[in-house]
């Protein structure tokens, strides 16, 4: 399958301090990367959705100011958590798909963000 | 709003003994997909299941969606602990919808 690679891993950070993770389609252009929140022995939460060139579409109840989502090239979406709190601290995962068809996501490794 | 009820949440087994794991929705998903989860690393696709009915294989792994398409299982045989790890399973809507609606896992422990 295709490669996503997501960095970093791991992340600690202060509170009020931002933190930006990627998300980069390795061997294909991602027309649309999404971003997903995962907390300890729960699912994945999907928290936007997004297509290059083009905003990000969040879901209900995600602050779109909180967490900023740049999908600026085919190969390359950022997940920025803006004045970072302990309740942010969560396991962030991505995936992408190319596009045309009914092409299948490919998802990163993910990564597990503290803040203290 | 798309809900998959995965069950059971939780499942400990010894080597060797057989399992079914279940995801069920009142609604209808144009595929299911099956991923396993390792901790601390994302989600590994298993299988994308598509037609009602359909039957796949994977090793000891046995796939199925249901006629409705609303529902789907998987079926271990022979666990092995190698196994263990959170199973997901998750549905997409429509055709030319490519949005993912997860179940809740299921975290299952293979006993040596």
């Known amino acids: 399958g295709a490669v996503v690679s997501q960095h970093p891993s791991r992340v600690i950070c202060k509170s009020g301090t931002s933190v930006k993770i990627e998300c980069r389609s390795l061997d294909f252009q991602a027309t649309t990367m999404f971003w997903y929140r995962q907390f300890p022995k729960k699912s994945l939460m999907l928290m936007a959705t997004?297509?290059?060139?083009?905003?990000?579409?969040?879901e209900q109840g995600v602050e779109k100011d909180k967490f900023l989502i740049n999908h600026a090239s085919l190969t390359l979406s950022t997940l920025t958590v803006t004045s970072a709190h302990p309740e942010d601290s969560s396991f962030y995962i991505c995936?992408?798909?190319?596009?045309?068809?009914?092409?299948?996501?490919?998802f990163g490794q993910g990564t597990r963000l503290t803040v203290v | 709003t798309q809900l998959l009820e995965q069950s059971p949440q939780f499942l400990s087994i010894q080597e060797g003994e057989n399992l079914t794991v279940y995801c069920n929705s009142s609604?209808?998903?144009?595929?299911l997909q099956w991923y396993r989860q390792e901790p601390g690393e994302g989600p590994v696709l298993l299988v994308t299941v598509v037609t009602g009915g359909e039957v796949k294989k994977l090793k000891r792994l046995t796939f199925q969606f249901g006629d409705a398409r609303k529902d789907s299982s998987l079926h271990i045989t022979a666990a092995q602990p190698g196994d263990t790890g959170l199973y997901l399973c998750?549905?997409?809507?429509?055709?030319?919808?490519?949005?993912?609606?997860f179940g809740k896992g299921t975290k299952l422990s293979v006993i040596p």
């Open positions: 997004s297509n290059e060139g083009s905003k990000a579409t969040y």
């Open positions: 995936s992408a798909r190319g596009g045309g068809g009914d092409t299948e996501a490919f």
């Open positions: 609604s209808v998903f144009s595929s």
């Open positions: 998750a549905g997409r809507g429509g055709a030319g919808s490519y949005q993912l609606t």
